[in-house]
T-cell receptor
Framework: AQTVTQSQPEMSVQEAETVTLSCTYD???????LFWYKQPPSRQMILVIR??????QNATENRFSVNFQKAAKSFSLKISDSQLGDAAMYFC????????????FGQGTRLTINP | DVKVTQSSRYLVKRTGEKVFLECVQD?????MFWYRQDPGLGLRLIYF???????EKGDIPEGYSVSREKKERFSLILESASTNQTSMYLC????????????FGPGTRLTVT
C-alpha cells in the first residue's frame, strides 16, 4: 500500500524568508502524481502545486517550488519570500495515474509565519 | 469557480444517533470523495463514488455508509454515531478527465457526545 510521510508536524519561518517542508512516500508504482495542498485556518483546502512522476523537471508555481527526488521517493516543498498568508496546514499527497483517483495524504505540517 | 458545499460547518450529535453529512458540487463532476481529517493522521479516505449509485470503500469505511442518488450530491451516513467518530469531515470532487485536482468543501466538524 502507498504511504506518505511528513515528519515535521510544525514549522515556523520569519516573514520574507524561505522554508522547506519535507515529504517522503512509498510506492511500487512507476507512474503517479504528487501534490501539495494548503489548508488555511477555517478555510478550504486548495491545491498549491503538482508534480508528475514521469517529469524530471521540478514544478514551480510563483513562490512555490518542489524538489522531486524519484529514486529517494522524496518530494519537498520550498516556499520563498514567505508571506503571512502562507500560514496554514500543508499536506503532501500522492495519487496513482491509472485506476481510482483517490488521494493518499501525509500527516500534515502546520506552518507559522512570524512577522 | 468550482464550488463544493457541505451542509453544516459544525455539528453536535449524541452517541447512537443517525447522522447525515451532505455534500453538493456544482461542476458536474463524476467523482466525489469523503475524507476524515484527524490531527497527526492527515486525511483518510472513507468512501468515494465515481458515478451515480456507484460507490467504493476507502481506507476506513467501518461505521459509515454513503449515498449518491444524484450526480451533484454525495451523502455520508453514520448509522449509529460513536464518540470515536468525532472528527473533521471533508468532501471533495473531481472530473476524471482533468487529471490533477480535487476540489474540497469547507469541512464539517462533527462532535459526538
Amino acid at each position: 500500500a502507498q504511504t506518505v510521510t511528513q515528519s515535521q508536524p510544525e514549522m515556523s519561518v520569519q516573514e520574507a524568508e524561505t522554508v522547506t517542508l519535507s515529504c517522503t512516500y512509498d510506492t511500487s508504482e512507476s507512474d503517479y502524481y504528487l501534490f501539495w495542498y494548503k489548508q488555511p485556518p477555517s478555510r478550504q483546502m486548495i491545491l498549491v502545486i503538482r508534480q508528475e512522476a514521469y517529469k524530471q523537471q521540478n514544478a514551480t508555481e510563483n513562490r512555490f517550488s518542489v524538489n522531486f527526488q524519484k529514486a529517494a521517493k522524496s518530494f519537498s516543498l520550498k516556499i520563498s519570500d514567505s508571506q503571512l498568508g502562507d500560514a496554514a496546514m500543508y499536506f503532501c499527497a500522492y495519487r496513482v495515474i491509472q485506476g481510482a483517483q483517490k488521494l493518499v495524504f501525509g500527516q500534515g505540517t502546520r506552518l507559522t509565519i512570524n512577522p | 469557480d468550482v464550488k463544493v458545499t457541505q451542509s453544516s460547518r459544525y455539528l453536535v450529535k449524541r452517541t447512537g444517533e443517525k447522522v447525515f453529512l451532505e455534500c453538493v458540487q456544482d461542476m458536474d463532476h463524476e467523482n466525489m470523495f469523503w475524507y476524515r481529517q484527524d490531527p497527526g493522521l492527515g486525511l483518510r479516505l472513507i468512501y468515494f463514488s465515481y458515478d451515480v449509485k456507484m460507490k467504493e470503500k476507502g481506507d476506513i469505511p467501518e461505521g459509515y455508509s454513503v449515498s449518491r442518488e444524484k450526480k451533484e450530491r454525495f451523502s455520508l451516513i453514520l448509522e449509529s454515531a460513536s464518540t470515536n467518530q468525532t472528527s473533521m469531515y471533508l468532501c471533495a470532487s473531481n472530473d476524471p478527465g482533468r487529471r490533477y485536482e480535487q476540489y474540497f468543501g469547507p469541512g464539517t466538524r462533527l462532535t459526538v457526545t
